[in-house]
Structures are given as C-alpha cells and as structure tokens.
C-alpha cells in the first residue's frame, strides 16, 4: 500500500512540475493566437503590406505581455480566386484563430470566407471587400474615390496647360469589387468633366503581367489623341516603361503625355524620380495588415468589436516634388 502511495505521490509531482513548465515567470498561464494576413499574390507591394502586420505584432508582445501571437503572411503563387480559395482553406484546417484577407474575387471568395467564419474563425478584408460576406469589417482604400483622384489629377493637369483630359486606363482585375469601384471613381469623373473636353477613350486589363505593356501600346496605337495613361493598380510600371522607350519626360511639361499611376512599388517611385510618370497615388498598405492584426487582437483576446463596418486608410500623390521625402511612404509608417 505504502508502495503505491508512493508511485501515485511521484506522478502528482511529475503532473505538478510539467505544468509549471507551462507558465511564464509570472505564474500565469501565456495565451496564444495565430493570426493571418491573406494577399491576393505575391510581389514587392504586399511585402510592403506584411511590414505594417508584422511591427503590430511586435507591438503586441509589449502591451501584451500574457499573449503570445503568431502570424502567418501568405497568398497564393498564382493569380486567380481558386488559388486564393485553397490558401484560405488550408489556414481553417490548421486551426488559424483569425485572418485578414485581400479578396481577389468578391463573389468568388465569399462561401470560403462564410465557411471560415463558420468555424469559429475571425475574418476581416483589406484592400478588395467581400461585403456579402461574415466578415467583421473592412480595412482599406475607399476604392472608388481612389480612381476619382487619379482621374482629378488628369483633368486637372490637363487643365493647367490648356488642354483636354483624353484618358485611357490600364485596369486591374476586373473580378476584384476594389478594381470595379476604381472605375467608376473614373467614369464618375470623366463624366462630370465632359463639358471640358474630358473623355474616357479606352480601357483593359491584361491577361497577366507579361502583356501588360503590350496591352498599353496597343490602347495608344488604337486611340492616338490620348494624353493621359492611367493605371488603377501596382502595374504601373508597364505605363512607365512605354514613356522611357519614348522619351515621354514629365520634365518636358509637354500636355501631350500625363502618367498617374498607382501604388509605391520600387519601379513606380522610380518612374516618378526619373521623370517618366508624373504622379502615383500611393496607398497606405502597410497600415491595412497593421489595423487588421489589432482588429482580430482586440476582437479575440479582449471580445471588442471594429468601430464600424470600414475602417478607412487614405492616400496621398507622390510627386517629383516629395518623392525624396523618405517618411512619405507607408512602410515607416
């Protein structure tokens, strides 16, 4: 008998010990999440968007110190819903606790997105909306009046030389609700300047990356009373490129070549620099994944819910005049 008291005595001290290795010096149980950030690919501007994740959570550690969060930034290799679908589904299936997701096809997406929320997962969108969807908020650029401000700043530019907005649009995803509201902010405003010659002359969105210059040339050839390119997502580099082959310099203040492009990727700030854009539009996308690791924080760990269904991060233009401005960009921010 005294044996087996014993035996029982030194598995209640194993049991003892192996749950003090589970607490923190404080002697508290630490608990932990795992968060994600979904973007609709991969590349240099959602690098940008992950920095914004990523300095919230180290943030976290110090306001929170019982918690312990893990984030995941991911997205699908290939471009397209299906692939974004299988992402989003596998972080369900590893128990992911919440995840803020930029939704490549907004009708596409939604059942995942519905599913997900099912399971007990807390869902937010950035940047492109699901707002059919059991997502809790969205967090991002009020999109439509994005493409009011580049088309704006084409008439306005136009404008100051004496000149007529003659625009054509080299155009994002056209299955993203994000990329359809941008072209209506540019159809709305195309329209409301018509008595001043504005005209939108052509628009079309490339089968990928790859033929998107070509997509350009083509819109020029077809249409050769253009003076305004446009371009409504990161892609604006294939707009500037056809400017340098040209010699097109915004340095020339020649009204017959204006490029408002979108976005703060490396060859579009250098296409500012150079001279071979004249403004880009630049989105804050850094604070979308920052905002969204807080939202799905607060809303796990303390049960507070978003101050409103959108949570609004604005956008600003970079120009030759503050493009050296290094506390411009969203990444330090």
Known sequence: MKKLFAVLLIMVLALSLVACGKKEEGGEDKKSMKLAVVYTGLGDFWDMCGVGGTKRVEEL???YPDWTVDLELTGPSEAGVTAQIQVVENLISLGYDGMVVAASDAEGLTPTLNAAADAGVVVFTMDTDCPDSKRLAFVGTHNENFGRKLAQFAVDRQAEYGGEARIIVLHGAVAQ??????????????AENASKGAVLLDYQSPVDMASGQATVESMMLSNPTWNCALCTHAGGSLVSAVFEENGWNDA???????????????QVI???????????????????????VDLLFKKIALGQDPPSDFVETPTFYVTLDNVYDEDMYPTRQ
């Not at 609700?177 to 195309?190: A, C, F, N, P, S």
């Open 61 to 63: 550690k110090t306001e």
């Open 252 to 266: 020339d203040k020649n009204p017959d070549h204006c490029g408002v492009l979108s976005d703060d990727t490396a």
């Open 270 to 292: 250098n296409a500012v620099k150079d001279g071979f854009a004249t403004v880009t539009e630049v989105q804050k996308q850094a604070n979308w994944a920052y905002n969204g």
């Open 177 to 190: 609700l994000g990329m359809i509201q941008r072209l209506k902010g540019i159809t709305d405003v195309v």
